[in-house]
RNA sequence: GCCGCUAUCGUCUAGGGGACUAGGACGCCGCCCUCUCACGGCGGAAACCCGGGUUCGAAUCCCGGUAGCGGUACCA
């Protein structure tokens, strides 16, 4: 079995073109078969190196690898050119020089359902000539089979005037030459399969098995784009997402295997994916789903792996103490530092919750009292500190939450943090004490 | 317009003639846990596009309609 995974290298690498490159990966690795990558663009407008290393560097990310070196598509080859000249002398392509707009007059003529034929003019485009009878049947493992009558396909054209290929003819050489026994793409390349057969046939060559991805929607339905978020592999990974569980979200969005298993390693998933088993219908992109997946991934982490990750993913470097106390409670990578970030660059500043927590009903004379507690703890571990404030809690008689968010809102500036035992012993004693009085003198100058 | 593909909870899906009172997951709602926010636990609402046919029996097979998507380039 060989593979190929063809990207068009028209910028990042696009949600949907991810998870196509995932199945290619998936069908590869899980047959022990060789998957290739293929940079497709015949116009060579596209494939700037920015362009084709970013496609790079998503694959990296996603940890999907290809075998051999990259190769890059040309509209130009010597072989492309014998291929077509081949096709011509034998009679299964011609020149012609009819427009769009001949087509068009061709249709009106005839009728709309009816392929254009065109006249051998000697100079031109060239055409592929598609049979007068018949049908072509595209074998699709996931569709089963799509039939095109001959009668209602255009004769294709598949080189330019100045010599230069098109893509349904360039795809389907290329594939021979390379010997791809399968073709995984979005169903965007159905219409285009029976052209791209139709020279195979030409050619006498054998046909690769096709499987037609259903495609990606947004979650409106519409083209997944920028506005709805996340679009590209690079948006996923800067909005704090793991590579596994985008692997395994993508891997859902249109597969599904019978035992309807929801978290499913990427081991697991190479060895259970089955390409007849990708579902019909096109999927919409729910950023919600992945976020709750990608929590899961996160939580299931060891603290020092997740801490390097964070690391490198924020720039900032002793993490992991933080990490330990936060980890259950982020859905990314960019969750931390909203989180966390006031036990490394001092408490936010949220007035509102100052106002309602400490200058409000008597905060303030209870987090003098906690003040009092924590500086007599000893010694300053997350045990005697949730000691020392549980007694004033019993003391002053309040809910437990009356001193607590005080003390939250002291040392983290709001009302959302990690545990407060955990922080406040996290913190040190030096720099909670400061926190604290800092608050307090506040209180008193503001009378 | 023409050609092609598709149609199960809001979303992703399981199901492939009787096991369907249609299962799971996200999301949503309620309760529990609880120092905030989360996590977790328990429970709930929520779907077979419509119409014909085949069959003892249809979510499942067939036909038609409708809708969505894709293609219809001397783009990829």
């Excluded at 997402?241 to 309807?260: C, F, H, I, K, Q």
């Excluded at 919409?284 to 299931?300: H, P, T």
């Excluded at 992991?320 to 106390?325: F, Q, R």
């Excluded at 000893?378 to 004033?392: G, I, K, N, S």
Aim: proline share 4%; aromatic share 6%; charged share 30%.
């Amino acid at each position: 079995m060989k593979v190929r995974f063809a990207p068009s290298p028209t910028g990042a690498l696009h949600v949907g073109g991810a998870r196509t490159a995932l199945f290619n990966w998936l069908l590869a690795r899980g047959a022990g078969g060789e998957l290739v990558l293929r940079i497709e663009d015949t116009d060579h407008e596209r494939s700037t190196p920015e362009n084709v290393e970013q496609i790079f560097d998503a694959l990296r990310w996603l940890d999907l690898d290809w075998d051999g070196e990259p190769v890059f598509q040309s509209a130009r080859s010597e072989r492309h050119r014998e291929v077509l000249e081949r096709l011509l002398e034998q009679g299964h392509a011609y020149r012609s020089t009819a427009t769009a707009q001949d087509v068009r007059a061709y249709k009106e003529r005839h009728g709309a359902e009816r392929g254009f034929r065109g006249e051998d003019d000697g100079d031109g485009a060239v055409r592929l000539s598609v049979p007068a009878e018949g049908e072509t049947v595209v074998n699709d493992e996931i569709r089963g089979t799509a039939t095109f009558k001959h009668e209602h396909l255009d004769d294709p054209v598949i080189a330019r005037a100045d010599g230069s290929v098109l893509y349904n003819f360039a795809v389907a050489v290329d594939d021979l030459d390379a010997g791809i026994t399968h073709v995984v793409r979005g169903e965007d390349h159905l219409s285009n399969t029976p052209k791209q057969l139709l020279v195979l046939e030409a050619l006498g060559a054998p046909q690769p098995v096709y499987a037609h991805l259903p495609l990606l929607h947004g979650p409106d339905g519409s083209k997944l784009s920028k506005r709805h978020g996340a679009a590209s592999v690079q948006d996923l990974r800067d909005a704090g997402y793991l590579p596994e569980a985008v692997r395994n979200y993508l891997a859902l969005l249109g597969w599904g295997d019978e035992d309807d298993e929801t978290i499913i390693s990427t081991e697991d998933l190479v060895q259970r994916f089955r390409i007849d088993r990708v579902s019909r219908n096109p999927a919409r992109f729910d950023e919600r789903k992945l976020r709750w997946m990608n929590g899961r991934y996160l939580r299931s982490l060891d603290p020092a792996d997740l801490a390097r990750r964070l690391e490198a993913y924020s720039g900032r470097t002793g993490l992991e103490a933080a990490v330990s106390i936060a980890q259950d409670k982020l859905q990314t990578l960019a969750d931390f530092w909203p989180l966390c970030g006031f036990l490394f660059d001092g408490p936010a500043q949220d007035a509102e919750a100052y106002q309602r927590v400490i200058a409000a009903d008597g905060g303030g004379d209870r987090l003098a009292a906690a003040r009092a507690a924590l500086e007599a703890a000893q010694p300053w571990e997350e045990e005697q500190v949730e000691a020392a404030l549980r007694e004033v809690v019993e003391r002053l008689g309040v809910k437990p939450k009356e001193v607590f968010q005080p003390v939250r809102v002291a040392i983290a500036g709001t009302t959302v943090s990690p545990g407060i035992f955990e922080s406040v012993a996290l913190l040190g004693r030096e720099e909670t004490l400061s926190r604290i009085d800092a608050a307090l003198g506040n209180l008193r100058s503001s009378g």
